[in-house]
């Protein structure tokens, strides 16, 4: 008589030979379960070095394609370009269907997609760049997507100690608002009470805990004697819906001027299908990152960057009949206040799927407490 691996419990083996868990002197259960340990252990090891092969893919290859050109076929070459910029893209895929949070597939996402950004820049912009350190940080880690804006020394550790600390503290001071709130907004019941104010409330915290990341990453690489590139620049301040996305995110807005709506809009002879393109490029992105999460979010990134592309076209429309009828702008405080009102309407279709990955409400504010309370 033998017992099964399918009709016991799973408990923890405390040795090999545990006689708790075996028949007549017989260990192959406890090698069975051994085994099935080992091999969840190598399958993860491979998942791994699949991850970073696919993230890694053009930080290896794009500089050897850009020093190859003239010499291979320009076919062969779109071609090898094509697969380098869309290896990124298979990480997340790695992770699905196994033990790996919604928060963790959600973050390789977006590791993939920003590389494959970086990786198109660099190959349809090539560089004759022969600082090899420079190229694989700017396709790899370092936040930025254009070699220019990497290594920036900073002046002496004198000079910059002002403006650090005043980084620091303004970093400090939007993550702990930022937190604050989302602790605030667990405490009232807002995931389960009002969908639009939780919506309002999260982009808020968005904002503070964007702006404040960003602060204190500029400073750590200030400290360490480097610049670093604003990727936040008070989009509560934006005048506009094209304002507040070239100020929520500066490195990708800069990407999506340079790649997207200039060859789109040529020089300005095409504005209006530039700027559909973008957005729509973007709505395009965003779904890549909600995808491997779940298929019921298909869909809602697109919409959502769609209803931004109308309202800017609009917004510029509707700027143009003001200043037609009245003679002048659209006072400063009137249109800040008609962007926030357009941003705050249409959030809760970007929170809805961010609330797959992580609810800053539940998750967020509940560790909030929990580790005020302990």
């Not at 928060?103 to 970086?118: C, F, N, P, S, T």
């Not at 709505?283 to 999460?293: D, K, S, T």
Request: hydrophobic residues 50%.
């Amino acid at each position: 008589m033998r017992w099964s691996i399918d009709t016991i419990p799973m408990p923890v083996v405390g040795s090999t030979r545990d006689p708790r868990y075996t028949w007549n002197g017989d260990d192959t259960i406890t090698r069975r379960l051994l085994a099935r340990k080992q091999g969840g252990i190598r399958m993860t090891a491979l998942r791994a070095a699949a991850i970073l092969a696919a993230l890694g893919t053009p930080a290896l290859l794009a500089p050897v394609l850009v020093r190859a050109r003239g010499r291979i076929p320009t076919i062969i070459r779109s071609l090898c370009g094509t697969l380098i910029c869309l290896a990124p893209l298979a990480a997340p895929w790695g992770l699905v269907g196994t033990s790996a949070s919604p928060l963790m597939i959600w973050l390789v996402a977006i590791a993939g997609g920003i590389v494959m950004l970086k990786a198109i820049d660099w190959l349809v912009h090539p560089r004759r760049e022969f600082d090899l350190v420079r190229v694989w940080l700017v396709l790899t880690f370092w936040p930025a997507l254009e070699i220019g804006d990497v290594l920036i020394r900073e002046p002496a550790f004198g000079a910059r100690i002002r403006p650090v600390s005043r980084r620091l503290l303004m970093g400090i001071m939007g993550v702990g608002f930022g937190l604050a709130l989302t602790a605030v907004g667990r405490a009232l019941g807002m995931p389960e009470r009002v969908f639009l104010l939780d919506g309002s409330f999260k982009t808020l915290e968005i904002y503070l805990l964007a702006g404040g990341s960003n602060n204190l990453l500029v400073a750590a690489f200030a400290l360490a004697g480097y610049r670093v590139l604003d990727g936040f620049r008070y989009p509560i301040l934006a005048r506009s819906i094209l304002d507040f996305w070239s100020r929520y995110n500066v490195w990708i807005h800069r990407w999506l001027k340079r790649n997207i709506y200039g060859p789109i809009a040529r020089r300005g002879r095409m504005p209006v299908l530039g700027i559909l393109a973008v957005f729509g490029f973007s709505g395009l992105v965003h779904e890549y990152l909600f995808v491997p999460i779940t298929y019921e979010l298909l869909g809602w990134q697109l919409t959502f960057f769609s209803l931004h592309g109308l309202g800017a076209i609009g917004g510029v429309g509707l700027g143009r009949a003001y200043h037609a009828v009245l003679g002048c702008r659209v006072p400063r405080a009137l249109a800040i206040a008609a962007t926030l009102g357009f941003v705050l309407a249409t959030a809760p279709i970007f929170i809805h799927c961010l609330d797959w990955v992580f609810d800053l409400h539940r998750d967020l504010g509940g560790w909030v407490l929990r580790t005020i309370g302990s």
